[in-house]
């Protein structure tokens, strides 16, 4: 059955774009075309721009280096292994700074602020046009990444249940190729994930070479 995308308006908003680089400079960006099918989009769990949802925000978070560890987490129903680095959606009339703080919080149990988990740094924007090859449409959509400290005692407490976080792990930031290269291939053995692998890997390789990581 032939069906239609949701109009995304908004997936970069120059005027947030402007607002973010007005406090940490001029913003990396990368844009990506990928061909898509379903379940990529249209199921429950790989409706990656479902309303409300206009864009996520990739937070890259470490414990003081991220050359020694950058976290990454796993959810219940992933493919086994496919850890990554948490992202949320920010959904519209939502800025991107308190989609932000809101997913920090709800995923990690931690607060942004004095005393909780300080933002270093806004490493940039990956856009993505997502081409449906059944649906013959195209959807836009933007990852905002920043780079965060977590305080020194915090504790890691998941406080959204439906997140169904399954575990989590700190890698060294030079290990986000490989992870990237592990999610592009997991649809040899999950093929209903490849779509979303291949997206997932995006970021990871882009927040690679902000980080200098080759």
Known sequence: MEQNLPAYVGALDEREVAVLAAQWGPLAQERHTLL??????SHENQQLTRPPRRAEVCYVLHRGDPAAGVL???????????????????HTGEEV???????????????????????????????????????????TFATYVFLARMPADGVLAPQDADEQIAGWQWRPA?????????LEQVGTRHPEWADWGRYRALSHRFVAGQLGVH
């Open 174 to 182: 030079r290990d986000l190729l490989a992870v990237a290269a592990y």
């Open 36 to 41: 898509v099918d379903h379940p990529f989009l």
């Open 72 to 90: 990454l987490h796993i959810k219940r129903f992933y493919p086994a292994g496919a850890y990554r680095l948490p992202t949320g959606g920010v």
């Open 97 to 139: 700074w308190a989609t932000l703080g809101r997913e920090i919080h709800e995923e990690t149990g931690l607060r942004l602020g004095p005393g909780g988990v300080q933002v270093e740094r806004c490493l940039g924007v990956v856009l993505y046009d997502l081409v449906h090859r059944t649906w013959s449409t195209t959807a």
